[in-house]
């Protein structure tokens, strides 16, 4: 037997179960788990009311992880627990298909890389493959303060920006993103519009030519004015707003790209290269992410903590 988080009513948090160990099908690979991310997908499948569906109970969480495989290769795996029926990360043992696993660095920090894991990855191909990033562009990054933000700030430095500007709307959130080498951190008030924002963007970053955009709303609308003509806004959430009050004129006036983004519409294979570019940098220091490391018998508070938005950064359960 060996344990599992095992989530048994929608809305409650999973609590630890003794199970029988997975045994692979054909086409799976048999992975030790190392570590597990409690991530914002995770929480939403569980609550029920994900456009995936309510899940089927009970289930083991976790759309990601890190462990080895039998022959002590470190490797991360991606699971669709919570969106289709079936067992995912947060367990001492997994089976998983082929396609859904990525070898790492020899010596790669698993911890941080599950910490970074798909979170990194979409702020990777949001820059280089959505985006189109290229050397001495000046790069807006909005909600920076959060895993998606941090990584975006980093990976945007490394692939050739020349200059990249923050926004976030805590201190905590600006204070990590200069530390990670923003130029500066623009505040996101409660009562911003888009002009106001706008104009206090545009006075610290001058017309920019990305943006990468997990927010929407108030502050998409904003950035999309500190474009420069012919920029790009890249989309790829909407947790500050479901809609933005964006006015043609910006749009039009400035021939400005909108473009939408998700890890979904990547292949196997596009996933595995981005996480590839991901694990090197974590690997040899250049990229890391504010997280919380967390023994697996604490899942259930570990748990409540990420969902509230209490934690100090993404929750990682270690076994």
């Given at each position: 037997?060996?344990?599992?988080?095992?989530?048994?009513?929608?809305?409650?948090?999973?609590?630890?179960?003794?199970?029988?160990?997975?045994?692979?099908?054909?086409?799976?690979?048999?992975i030790?788990?190392?570590?597990?991310?409690?991530?914002?997908?995770?929480v939403?499948?569980?609550t029920?009311?994900?456009?995936?569906?309510?899940?089927?109970?009970?289930y083991?969480?976790?759309?990601?992880?890190?462990?080895?495989?039998?022959?002590?290769?470190?490797?991360?795996?991606?699971?669709?627990?919570?969106?289709?029926?079936?067992?995912?990360?947060?367990?001492?043992?997994?089976?998983?298909?082929?396609?859904?696993?990525?070898?790492?660095?020899?010596?790669?920090?698993?911890?941080?890389?599950?910490?970074?894991?798909?979170?990194?990855?979409?702020?990777?191909?949001?820059?280089?493959?959505?985006?189109?990033l290229?050397?001495?562009?000046?790069?807006?990054?909005?909600?920076?303060?959060?895993?998606?933000?941090?990584?975006?700030?980093?990976?945007?430095?490394?692939?050739?920006?020349?200059?990249?500007?923050?926004v976030?709307?805590?201190?905590?959130?600006?204070?990590?993103?200069?530390?990670?080498?923003?130029?500066?951190a623009?505040?996101?008030?409660?009562?911003?519009?888009?002009?106001t924002?706008?104009?206090?963007?545009?006075?610290?970053?001058?017309?920019?030519?990305?943006?990468?955009?997990?927010?929407?709303?108030?502050?998409?609308a904003?950035?999309?004015?500190?474009?420069r003509?012919?920029?790009?806004?890249?989309n790829?959430?909407?947790?500050?707003?479901?809609?933005?009050?964006?006015d043609s004129?910006?749009?039009?006036?400035?021939?400005?790209k909108?473009?939408?983004?998700?890890?979904?519409?990547?292949?196997?294979?596009?996933?595995?290269?981005?996480?590839?570019v991901?694990?090197?940098h974590?690997?040899?220091?250049?990229?890391?992410?504010?997280?919380?490391?967390?023994?697996?018998?604490?899942?259930?508070?570990?748990?409540?903590?990420?969902?509230?938005?209490?934690?100090?950064?993404?929750?990682?359960?270690t076994?």
């Amino acid at each position: 037997m060996i344990p599992a988080a095992v989530l048994r009513m929608c809305g409650r948090p999973p609590s630890v179960e003794q199970r029988r160990p997975p045994v692979p099908g054909v086409g799976e690979v048999p992975i030790t788990v190392t570590a597990a991310p409690i991530t914002p997908l995770d929480v939403l499948c569980a609550t029920g009311t994900s456009y995936f569906g309510p899940p089927a109970t009970p289930y083991v969480p976790g759309v990601q992880g890190v462990g080895h495989r039998d022959d002590g290769t470190p490797v991360w795996f991606a699971t669709s627990a919570g969106m289709r029926p079936g067992d995912g990360s947060m367990t001492a043992a997994v089976s998983v298909p082929f396609v859904d696993v990525v070898p790492l660095p020899p010596d790669a920090p698993l911890p941080l890389i599950a910490a970074l894991g798909l979170s990194a990855v979409a702020a990777h191909a949001a820059l280089t493959r959505t985006g189109g990033l290229t050397e001495g562009e000046v790069v807006v990054v909005l909600g920076a303060g959060g895993v998606v933000g941090q990584a975006a700030v980093q990976l945007a430095l490394l692939g050739g920006a020349s200059r990249v500007i923050a926004v976030s709307r805590s201190a905590a959130g600006r204070d990590r993103a200069v530390a990670l080498g923003a130029e500066a951190a623009v505040p996101l008030l409660p009562d911003d519009d888009p002009v106001t924002l706008a104009d206090r963007l545009r006075a610290v970053s001058g017309l920019v030519d990305l943006v990468i955009d997990p927010l929407f709303g108030v502050p998409a609308a904003a950035a999309l004015k500190v474009l420069r003509p012919g920029g790009r806004l890249v989309n790829l959430g909407s947790s500050a707003a479901a809609t933005a009050p964006v006015d043609s004129a910006t749009i039009r006036g400035g021939s400005l790209k909108i473009l939408g983004y998700t890890n979904n519409g990547l292949s196997v294979g596009e996933r595995a290269d981005s996480l590839g570019v991901v694990a090197t940098h974590a690997t040899e220091g250049r990229l890391t992410v504010s997280h919380e490391v967390v023994p697996f018998g604490d899942v259930s508070t570990a748990w409540s903590r990420q969902a509230a938005g209490d934690a100090g950064g993404r929750i990682v359960l270690t076994l």
